[in-house]
């Protein structure tokens, strides 16, 4: 079987020169990278000598004093093309080079082509492999798979569904964009529960918006643009992505709260704002966090001529975020002009349609018998010692698997460390860490720890083991789950009961909402504890009769 080899040369007019015109990869496909210490740039062409050429015409290219040729003799057009924006998606995770590359137009993306799995898996698996030994890059691939900046790269290859969303909404943008300015902007709203990758559409679209900023030709040149999330760790990473690519600017990745005073203060407007997670955003005043107004979406649409918005109302977590649908109705009635469109493939859960019916009937405070998928592991532990170290042998193994728990722990931000007490009080994990300049789940010491929602809302994980805490229990007359509200100690989501109805039904939506999104959390598989002695009871006895049946 032939093997990847990479050729390395100064990046100079005489490297090129020298070059035998007999060589097969001349006028072959290849793959290519150009690096100085700080910057890279990576292509693919079938013409690499006067690609090179032109190359260092380019007064950006001209920084770079290293060229690297990837060559295979299975390479075709079709699969340089596919392993160059691969390789993209993998440097910036690596975190090592300030990209110079632009984003792939929505044509230019990659299409099936013969033999796909082969150069994606195998072929990539020893091109990466190389360039390691080579020192190129530093980290091995597996760890870069596990990193949220690789996973909310704007280079992540879209699927077909997140391709048209992206079209839709930069043409969307387009137009109105070049609009006049009214009292509240136009928009889009991308609705879609947790797992469909709305997060990474969005990270795509911003990238390349900003791009077109710089062209002259574009609607968008010049435009001031932000992308706004309510979420100090989402924030971490979209500020760790823009370190890394030249188009994107840590100062455009805002918390609503200080765009809205900030762009009020300077009597200045944005032009297009989006908005991830914007489930989280407030919809009533916040003295507290310095929002004085009603509604930040509201807000937003008054400082903007684009507002594209991705929801989802399972996701809600404090009553003053919590949307009605008659809230968004009305604001969609006030803006210039609105569309919208659903996404719905689940990317994240590796798992068939029974483990994603289970968790959304929970969600309805509904017990279903335990699912079965070979390829999904779902289990239940009889106590929270035994569920903590399976997901530490599952860490060791695959990275990226930790414990997390429903907000039923005392928790105080005055610097100590708090725990989770459960197994009769024998057994405690320290609980809700925050303090890190880094998201939670990519420190290697919380693989101790059990995170709450807030550590890990918008971020996936290899295996995650839920602790379902005193607030999550079981009704054995009613055969259904019972939520004790009094149970739940995150004080701050249930402040701001203001033109709510009813506030125990608005109460216990909260906390059903934060059991979902933390059960959709793992890629690989899904771990239980429940500290209620009759649920766990019950969970255990479904999981009996599920091994009983498939022995």
């Not at 136009?186 to 797992?195: D, K, P």
């Not at 297009?272 to 966090?289: C, F, G, K, P, W």
């Amino acid at each position: 079987m032939s093997e990847v080899e990479i050729v390395t040369w100064p990046f100079l007019e005489e490297s090129i020169n020298q070059l035998n015109n007999r060589e097969s990869y001349v006028n072959y496909p290849v793959i290519y990278l150009l690096n100085n210490a700080k910057e890279a740039y990576i292509g693919e062409t079938v013409y690499f000598k006067k690609r090179m050429r032109a190359h260092l015409k380019t007064s950006e290219r001209q920084k770079l004093n290293q060229m690297h040729l990837i060559k295979h003799d299975k390479f075709n057009r079709s699969a340089t093309f596919h392993l160059e924006t691969k390789l993209i998606n993998y440097f910036l995770g690596d975190e090592r080079y300030k990209l110079q590359n632009k984003s792939k137009t929505t044509n230019e993306f990659s299409h099936n082509y013969h033999n796909k799995p082969y150069f994606e898996q195998m072929i990539f698996k020893d091109i990466w492999k190389e360039l390691v030994t080579k020192g190129v890059v530093t980290h091995e691939q597996h760890v870069i798979e596990n990193k949220d900046i690789f996973k909310l790269s704007p280079f992540k290859e879209l699927s077909l569904e997140q391709l048209d969303l992206k079209e839709k909404v930069i043409q969307f943008c387009e137009k109105q964009v070049k609009t006049k300015r009214s009292e509240y902007g136009s928009l889009f709203v991308v609705r879609g529960e947790a797992g469909v990758g709305k997060s990474v559409v969005l990270s795509s679209i911003f990238n390349t918006i900003q791009e077109y900023t710089k062209e002259a030709s574009s609607p968008f040149h010049a435009t001031e643009n932000y992308l706004v999330v309510n979420h100090e760790e989402m924030i971490k990473t979209y500020k760790g992505i823009a370190s890394q690519l030249k188009y994107l600017k840590a100062k455009n990745f805002v918390k609503p709260t200080p765009l809205i005073n900030q762009l009020k203060k300077k009597d200045r407007k944005a032009d297009i704002i989006l908005v991830d997670e914007a489930h989280l955003l407030l919809t009533r005043s916040d003295t507290y966090n310095n929002f004085h107004d009603q509604n930040q979406l509201e807000e937003l649409l008054k400082l903007a001529k684009v507002v594209v918005m991705v929801y989802d109302a399972d996701q809600v977590l404090k009553l003053k975020s919590l949307w009605q649908e008659i809230t968004l109705e009305n604001l969609i009635l006030k803006s210039r002009h609105a569309d919208f469109y659903e996404l719905s493939n689940q990317f994240r859960m590796q798992a068939n349609d029974k483990v994603i019916e289970w968790i959304n009937e929970f969600k309805q405070k509904r017990l279903l018998p335990l699912p079965v998928d070979e390829n999904y592991e779902f289990k239940v532990y009889g106590s929270l010692k035994e569920m903590h170290e399976a997901i530490k042998k599952k860490n060791e193994r695959f990275g990226l698997s930790r414990v997390v728990s429903t907000f039923d722990y005392l928790h105080k931000k005055d610097g100590d460390i708090y725990y989770i007490k459960e197994d009769s009080g024998s057994y405690q994990i320290p609980w809700n860490i925050t303090d890190s300049k880094y998201t939670w789940a990519e420190r290697e010491s919380t693989v101790e720890e059990a995170g709450s929602i807030y550590t890990i809302q918008g971020f996936d994980l290899n295996y995650v083991g839920v602790i379902l805490g005193p607030s999550i229990s079981y009704d054995e007359d009613k055969d259904q789950l019972a939520v004790n509200i009094d149970a739940y100690k995150d004080i701050g989501a249930f402040s701001g009961t203001e033109g709510i109805e009813n506030v125990e039904a608005a109460k216990e939506r909260i906390i059903l909402n934060s059991v979902n999104i933390l059960m959709k959390r793992g890629i690989k598989g899904l771990f239980i504890y429940a500290s209620d002695e009759a649920l766990r009871k019950r969970l255990l006895q479904y999981q009996k009769e599920v091994r009983k049946n498939y022995e």
